[in-house]
Structures are given as structure tokens and as C-alpha cells.
């Protein structure tokens, strides 16, 4: 008589916030795999339900807590972890039925908790798992987070307490994990941390082998090497330390995208002390002229906070002068907002929120014209893309200028013979202010 299995007990998950919290729900359910507990898309399949949770903003603490009232009223065996596991005193106040919670990168604890919850049958045929891991994005590109934590205190920010100080892994543990990446189908590395130019500084004694030579734990070096492994890497979460400048030439040679993600925040000089963040923004200028003469297909994305405590119209409109002249390719923006543990908080000058809406309109205004003009620039060019979706005869696809989810599309007319993840030259027939328009080059 043929064996019944017995049925694994099925985890659902709901992942809120960053990529890097992405990050951690794929390695929670690639534990949670490895272990032989089976996935359910859904809430109503589900034996237990867990709820990763984003506690940057007010706003994003509001939606967490929404995203676990919603999976106890869908499901009712709820466990929480992420950055709002912090607050576990809040969460249970709200809802005192949640099984667990746990914070932030605490794998042990949450897989604990479901083992607690949903134990799994002892069967030695339920524990498999992909080499690669189990993934929440397409196959074709993976995040790859190579630290935790921050050792800056930048006050409107609360990462270091919820995640605590910089703690880098090891070099060679993040090429062993993106070289089984590639070996699973990825072809795009998303490089992520709180802090990616930190990258090694609490381990660079420490070098580590890897095939036969030493690897220095900085983020060059790992540049270096990630560029040998995968077809495009993509270097996110930049703080724009000297050296940053070494990382320009690996894109000029195309080890590594030419591309960089540097959280200015602002540029105004008595804004970015009030935010503790560098304040010599002209020698900032000065840099990005000369990465654009080193490598001048580079895309520089960023983001900036408007209507921060003590922003004057002056400061503004510095901020405005500043973007004028270093004609970033992506920005984003956001409206200051208090923080529950915030240094900020504290701040005087209070600014209206009908001047922050003002200011926020016309920072996009700003940046969307020239978003418009740099697209308009590449129109008529041949441009290497990777194909994201095929719908038909169409396809969605990204420029190494544009990281998933954040950027601009590349959509592509008489691509229906392309597949999801091929990398393909396309000429550029249109532009809009923030996606290009082309087709596959025969």
C-alpha cells in the first residue's frame, strides 16, 4: 500500500514596507519551506498568517496595524514581526488575539512562533525547498541585502532603533548567496541595507576567501565581485561618502549598472544640519560632475523631504536652485512627516501642511520637467533593457537606468516573441515625462 504524506500545514504572508523588508519575508518563508510548511496565496488556506510590518511613518504604522486587523478578521491566527514588532505593546492593545510578535530580521523567533502555531507532521519528505530559496519578486531579479542597521542618527528617522547599529554579513556569504541567485534564474541584483556605502566598516579587518583569493569586506570590493557574477547589479541606499567615487569607474566598465540610489534629503545647508545629514553640497555638485565625466550614462535617483521643521521659502527654493544644477534623472519626494521617537519631533518651526502640499507640488513639477527633458534626450538612441512582463504583441521592460517598482517602464511595441528576464537592445521611438517607448531591435 502506497504512503499517504500528510498534509503541510500552510503559511500565509503579507509583506509591507522596503525591499529590505522583502528581504526578510523571503528568507522567513525559505526557512519556513526548508522546514516543509507549504504556502498559501490566500487567507481562507491559511492555518497561520503572518503580517511583516513597516514602523517608519505614522502613516506606515496605520496601514501595518490595518494589514493585521484585516488578516484576524479574514483568518484569525495572526503572527506580527517586522519593524513595528517593536511597538508589541501597541499591537496587542489593538489586537490582543495576535499569537506573536516579534520585531525586526528576528528569523529564529517568528519561525519559532510557527512552529508553536501550526506544528509541523513528522515526515521526512515534507522539507524541500529551491536551491535558490523561495522569492516574492519575479524570477528574473532578486534583492540582496548585505547589512542591517545604521549607524547614523539622522533625526527623522528611527531605522537604528528598530533595527539597531550597522551589522554587515560576511563577503563571501553574500556572493555564495547572489552566485545561487544567478544559478536559479536571476538576472538582475538589487543590492540593499540601510546603508550601503557603510557596507563592512564594523568588519573590514575581516577579509574572506572566495574562489581562492581574499575578499576586503567594502563596498567596492563587493561591487567588484557581484559584477562578476550577474549580468546587471544595481547599488541602492547609497550615502554619498568620499568613497563612492571609487564605485564609478566598475560602472564605466560595465561590471556594474551605471546607476546610483543617494537619499540627498535636502540640500539646503541649515535644513540638512538640522537633519543631521553632511551639509557640503556643493562639493556634492562638484562629484556628480565629474561621475557624469567618468561614466556619463549614469542615472542618479534620490529622494527629498519638504516642509521639514525650519524649512523657510529660502531653503526651498535653494533646494529647487539645487536640483536645477545637478539634473538628477530620478526623485522622488515626501512630505515631512512626525515620527513617533523622532528627534525631529522636537524641532521648532513647525511648518503648515497646506505649505508643505504647496512645496511638494512644485518640487514634482520640477523634477517631472526634468525627468521629461532626459527622456526626451534618448529618444532615437539603442538602449539595453530586461523584460519585466509580455502581454501579446507588447512588452513592459526596464532600462538599466530604471530599478523595479520605483522608475520609469520601458513598453515595448511588436515584443511579443521576447520572454520575462531576457536582456535585449531596443530602439527608443518616444518619450513621456517619467517611460520610454520603443521596439525590440531585430
Known sequence: MATRLPEAPKVGMVSLGCP????????????????????SADYAGADVVLVNTCGFLDSAKEESLEAIGEAIAENGRVIVTGCMGKEAEVIRARFPNVLAVTGAHQYEEVVGAVHDAAPMPPNA????????GLKLTPRHYSYLKISEGCNHRCSFCIIPALRGDLVSRRPDAILREAEKLVEAGTKELLVISQDTSAYGVDIRKEPRMWKGAEVVPHMTDLARELGRIAPWVRLHYVYPYPHVDQVIPLMA??????????????AAPSVLRTMRRPANEAKVLERIHKWREIAPDITIRSTFVVGFP????????????????????????????PVEGAAANDLPGAVPEEVKEERYARIMAKTAAI????????????LEVIVDEVDGAGANA???????????TVFLRDAGHLKQGDIVRVEIEDADEHDLYGAPIA
Open 125 to 132: 519528505f515534507l522539507n524541500l525547498v529551491p536551491e535558490g
Open 310 to 337: 525650519g524649512e523657510t521659502e529660502a531653503d526651498f527654493q535653494y533646494l529647487l536652485d539645487w536640483l536645477d544644477e545637478a539634473q538628477l534623472d530620478r526623485v522622488g519626494a515626501f512630505r515631512f512627516e
Open 253 to 266: 566598465e560595465g561590471l556594474i549598472l551605471p546607476y546610483l540610489d543617494i537619499p540627498f534629503q535636502h
Open 398 to 408: 526596464r532600462s538599466q537606468a530604471d530599478a523595479p517598482e520605483i522608475d520609469g
Open 20 to 39: 529590505k523588508n522583502l528581504v526578510d519575508s523571503e528568507r522567513i518563508l525559505t526557512k519556513l519551506r526548508s522546514d516543509g510548511y507549504a504556502m
Open 371 to 382: 525627468s521629461a527633458a532626459k527622456l526626451q534626450a534618448k529618444v532615437g538612441r539603442t
